[in-house]
């Protein structure tokens, strides 16, 4: 008895696609379908494929977002620590000064 089936190849053998190239094939996805010259079937196996990809983008994001480390200077030490999204900030008053690892004197303080 024969089979027609071909070998199921594992995801770890798959070369894994780049967030980048996913991300661009995504874009080119909903531009397709925004575009609405495409028939129902189209629509479904581009909207298929484009949750696909979606799922692919969010896990390599989260993957990425675990490996993210900031260095956090403490005393004469630089140690990693895991990012804390409340730790970022743009606020002069909190953020290190450049070249010394101490905090900036906040807005119209001299000392």
Partial sequence: ???????????KTE????????????????EEMEQGS???????VRFEEGQRLLRTC???LNEIEKKVEMLVKRGNDWVEAPLDA????DDP?????PESGTEQPSRGELF
């Avoid at 008895?1 to 995801?11: A, G, I, L, Y």
């Avoid at 409340?86 to 900030?89: F, H, Q, W």
């Fill in 38 to 44: 495409l028939g129902l079937d189209d629509l479904i």
């Fill in 1 to 11: 008895m024969t089979t027609d089936k071909q070998p199921v190849r594992s995801r």
């Fill in 15 to 30: 070369p894994r696609a780049s967030f980048e190239s996913s991300m661009s094939r995504l874009e080119k996805i909903v």
């Fill in 86 to 89: 409340g730790e970022l900030t």
């Fill in 93 to 97: 008053e909190t953020t290190p000064g």
């Fill in 58 to 60: 969010t896990t390599r």
